[in-house]
């Protein structure tokens, strides 16, 4: 599978999501991209020419793209709020799932771990579900080997 993320701008059950990638959605990756902008406008034009440049980007007119509501199953989440961008990823640290916000720069300059907490700001999103359009094929992130028998490319 991809590793998923959503943007945002905002924080919590307002924010407004403006599209997600179904790969290479880690931190470390997506700096090439500028998505770690200093503005409100250069982040969403960061966002919005990840999304246009990718096959496995979703913008907003087409829709939700994942199966769950909301992005507490998706692998990163990304938000810009109060001057710069936070992140949050979907781990599991001592058989438990959990997520905090982190200084999306400082992990993806390695400066700072995701597991350092950047404030205490609850981790919420809106429900996507009324803009749900499942996605199937490369913006769905599935990854699904071929079997035995299969031509080979």
Same mark, same amino acid.
């Given at each position: ?18 599209? @997600? &990638? ?28 990840? &999304? ?6 979703? @913008? ?72 749900? @359009? ?20």
């Amino acid at each position: 599978m991809g590793t998923r993320a959503d943007f945002y701008v905002g924080r919590g059950e307002s924010a407004e999501w403006i599209g @997600s &990638i179904a790969m290479d959605g880690n931190p470390r990756f997506l700096l090439r991209y500028g998505v770690f902008a200093a503005s409100i406008e250069q982040y969403r034009q960061a966002v919005a020419d990840l &999304i246009r440049g990718k096959d496995h980007g979703t @913008s907003t007119a087409q829709g939700w793209p994942w199966p769950w509501d909301n992005s507490c199953e998706t692998e990163y989440a990304y938000a810009f709020d109060c001057g710069k961008v936070y992140g949050t990823a979907h781990t599991q640290v001592y058989d438990a799932w959990r997520r905090h916000w982190f200084d999306a720069l400082a992990v993806a300059t390695l400066q700072q771990s995701e597991d350092q907490p950047a404030d205490d700001k609850a981790v919420v999103f809106p429900n996507m579900s009324a803009c749900q @359009s499942v996605a199937y094929g490369m913006r769905s992130g599935l990854l699904i080997p071929l079997g035995a028998g299969a031509p080979a490319c």
